[in-house]
């Protein structure tokens, strides 16, 4: 017979288990595309001359893809923290617009909210935003969990790629296109997803513009100004549009 | 860049990224409703924001010079190819990196 302790602390460890058991399919993409990238990462930081414990702490305390690929390079340049922060204030900026999407999901998810925020990539907030959680499943354990899971992705396989890029003989020249492929794979998802395409288009076109007039170290903040002025002119028609795809 | 000045970019990076993921969370508080405008934007923006960034992975390729960015853009039609039939995102993303080194260091 158990007490009503025991009762209550086996409740809570299946809560958690329960719900890592169904976090965990979810991951196993997330898993093969992070170790991919992970490794790509940490060679590529192993070739242009830093150690893995580079890849392993900026994985842990970054832990965002595309600007540690960007921070590789200002950490070749010259010593410039301004110009990073902005860097990656502008790199960073989409995660805002995850943090406005969370904003209710995440409600009632008690200490594990801090990390779920601290955790929050592209790929950990998808899974989050999409997934149908079963109703007997803890919602805040299965975020937390997914989190969890994608971060020891990254971190592991960053810091693999750091550790065996030294002993890499082949040529990794272009390599670093995975990024480029990953961004072309969410940008395709979510346009398959979405009925109107204008907002996509916008941020397409937007970017090349800027690119063409500001040049290629200069274009992003230009492209993210005219991005957000052309959707907040456009918000009636976008809206209407797309209804509730929007 | 001393070691220190390393750490101090590195550090600067994570608060960056930090103050993007924790910002809105201190904004809009759970307590009051989000306002439309800000709703719209968290609705709109993904797509052009990955339109974006596609953008910024090319912004190097050189068009009036070298293979005039063939090989960048023989890759992404294949990513999206493979992915428009698979829907398997590593597939997509494994084959595009593959193809584009065998471009760039065979044929290029």
Same mark, same amino acid.
């Given at each position: 017979m158990h007490t009503n302790e025991n009762i209550l602390t086996t409740k809570k460890q299946s809560a958690s288990l329960l719900a890592l058991k169904t976090a965990f399919p979810y991951t196993i993409p997330i898993f093969a595309g992070f170790w991919f990238l992970g490794l790509t990462y940490g060679i590529y930081m192993n070739v242009s001359g830093f150690s893995f414990w580079y890849p392993f702490f900026m994985s842990l305390t970054i832990f965002g893809g595309s600007l540690e690929f960007v921070v590789v390079n200002l950490l070749l340049g010259s010593f410039n923290p301004l110009q990073a922060l902005a860097m990656s204030l502008m790199i960073q900026a989409r995660h805002l617009f995850y943090g406005i999407s969370m904003l209710d999901k995440f409600k009632g998810t008690g200490w594990k909210k801090c990390y779920l925020i601290f955790g929050m990539c592209d790929e950990t907030f998808s899974i989050n935003y999409s997934a149908q959680i079963? @109703?007997?499943?803890?919602r805040g354990w299965f975020m937390f969990w997914v989190t969890v899971l994608n971060q020891i992705y990254w971190v592991s396989g960053s810091t693999i790629g750091g550790l065996v890029g030294s002993v890499l003989t082949f %040529?990794?020249?272009?390599?670093?296109?995975a990024m480029t492929a990953l961004f072309v794979v969410i940008f395709l998802e979510q346009w398959l997803k979405e009925k109107s395409h204008w907002t996509a288009l916008i941020g397409l076109a937007a970017s090349v513009l800027c690119l063409f007039l500001f040049g290629a170290d200069d274009f992003l903040i230009p492209s993210m100004m005219l991005i957000l002025g052309a959707l907040t002119l456009l918000r009636k028609p976008l809206e209407q549009k797309e209804g509730a795809s929007l | 860049m001393t070691l220190s000045q390393e750490i101090i970019t590195i550090a600067v990076c994570a608060l960056g990224t930090m103050a993007t993921r924790f910002l809105p969370f201190l904004i809009f508080r759970s307590d009051k409703p989000t306002p439309k405008y800000i709703q719209y934007l968290g609705k709109a923006l993904p797509a052009a924001i990955f339109g974006m960034l596609i953008i910024y992975c090319l912004k190097?390729? %050189?068009?009036? @010079?070298?293979?005039?960015g063939l090989a960048e853009g023989i890759a992404i039609a294949a990513v999206i190819v493979i992915h428009l039939w698979k829907r398997q995102m590593l597939l997509s993303i494994a084959v595009g990196t593959i193809g584009y080194m065998l471009l760039k260091q065979l044929v290029f």
């Open positions: 079963p @109703a007997q499943v803890d %040529n990794t020249e272009g390599l670093d296109f | 190097n390729v %050189n068009l009036l @010079a070298g293979d005039h």
